[in-house]
Every structure is written in structure tokens, then in C-alpha cells.
């Protein structure tokens, strides 16, 4: 006959699992702490050099000049838009405890934002 696992071990003062959890848990310790971390890798570099290709003989070409960027403006992000009270039951899913919406009001629902005119710098 197979002998089976005691339910309780130290006299019915710790189950069986209790014990071997924590033996599992004992022995993933000692192991994280005897074993060495892997070095990380370092970049390779290579040993020999390699020559730069040969010059080519194509035609010289001038780039075409380019425009200067204009100073970018910043605008603010849109305000959100105040919560409105609502009357009556929510539809929808969730329970009534739930928030009405978790997704942010549409751009076209929001308030418009104020229109910024640039500040010119102090020289």
C-alpha cells in the first residue's frame, strides 16, 4: 500500500503545504543568492578597422537653399470639458456606482480653447 502525506505535520500545528511552501521558498532564496548574476553585455567593438570606401567621382551638385523655419507656436491642449449633472438611471454597462464614461469627451464636445497670440521676447 502507498503511504500517503500526513494532513499536518509538528503535531497539527502546520499543514503539510504550509511546510513545503516554505522550504520552495527557502531553497529560490539560497538559489538567487548563490548563484552569480550574468555580466551585461557589452557593446562590441571591432578589432580591426575598416577602411573608408574610395572616394567617388560623381558630380559635385550645390544643395538647393532652404527656407529658414519659422518659429513654431504652441498651443495649449484643449480645457476639458465640465462634468454636467445628469437625472435619471445610467445605460450602459457598469453598475450604477460606475462612472457614467472612462472615455474623455470628444474634441467637438469640449469647449473651444482660447486662441493664443504670440508674446515677442524680451530684447
Known amino acids: 500500500m502507498a503511504r500517503r502525506l500526513p494532513p499536518t505535520l509538528f503535531g497539527g500545528r502546520a499543514r503539510t503545504s504550509t511546510v513545503l511552501l516554505a522550504l520552495l521558498f527557502v531553497s529560490v532564496f539560497a538559489l538567487y543568492l548563490f548563484l552569480p548574476v550574468p555580466p551585461a553585455p557589452s557593446p562590441v567593438q ?6 573608408s570606401p574610395a572616394p ?12 529658414s523655419p519659422s518659429p513654431a ?23 450604477p456606482s460606475a462612472p457614467a464614461s472612462s472615455v474623455p469627451p470628444s474634441p467637438s464636445s469640449s ?10 521676447s524680451p530684447s
Open 46 to 51: 571591432p578589432a580591426v578597422s575598416t577602411p
Open 111 to 120: 469647449l473651444s480653447p482660447i486662441p493664443q497670440t504670440a508674446v515677442p
Open 73 to 95: 507656436t504652441t498651443e495649449s491642449p484643449p480645457r476639458p470639458a465640465a462634468p454636467t449633472a445628469t437625472t435619471g438611471t445610467r445605460t450602459g454597462p457598469g453598475s
Open 56 to 67: 567617388s567621382r560623381a558630380p559635385s551638385v550645390a544643395p538647393s537653399p532652404r527656407p
